[in-house]
């Protein structure tokens, strides 16, 4: 854990989230702020800043978190492929838009999620 890290403490309990799943490693949620119907964050607990900092010793990890994305849009609502299906968007930097510095992917879903940014 990253001391100061938002999603270090929500991964941690300290901070309020509505969890769509969780296990030991990951940990998936609302976000707070939705750009469509569907929108939720899959993190990994463990603080990894940016997709920047990836190294081969996190591609299961990663490889988890990718798996998980299709379960759980269907879960959340979104509609089955290949008419409904979902966006994912990992912002990465200032260049990428990123605002929080903890890894997260975004799952976007529900009818056109890419009108609502
Ligand atoms: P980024 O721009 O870093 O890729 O996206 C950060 C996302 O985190 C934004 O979509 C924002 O709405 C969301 N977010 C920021 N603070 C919180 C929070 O306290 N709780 C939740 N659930 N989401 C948050
Ligand atoms: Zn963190």
């Known amino acids: 854990m990253s ?18 799943y969780e296990d030991d490693d990951i940990i998936a949620f609302h976000d707070i702020n939705p750009s469509a119907p569907v ?3 899959i993190v990994p607990k463990m ?5 920047a900092q990836l190294e081969e010793k996190h591609a299961a990890l990663m490889g988890r978190i990718m798996t998980l994305v299709p379960r759980l849009a269907l879960e ?10 979902f ?3 990992i912002n990465t ?9 903890h890894l997260h992917v975004h799952v976007l879903g529900g009818a056109h999620p890419w009108k609502h940014e």
Not at 47 to 51: D, F, L, N, T
């Open 47 to 51: 603080h990894i800043a940016s997709m």
């Open 93 to 101: 930097g200032a260049h990428g838009g990123q605002e929080v510095p």
């Open 76 to 85: 959340q609502g979104s509609q089955p492929y290949p008419e409904g299906g």
């Open 39 to 41: 929108h939720f964050l």
């Open 87 to 89: 966006r994912v968007i």
């Open 3 to 20: 001391a100061d890290c938002l999603f270090c403490k929500i991964a941690a309990g300290e901070i309020p989230a509505r969890r769509v």
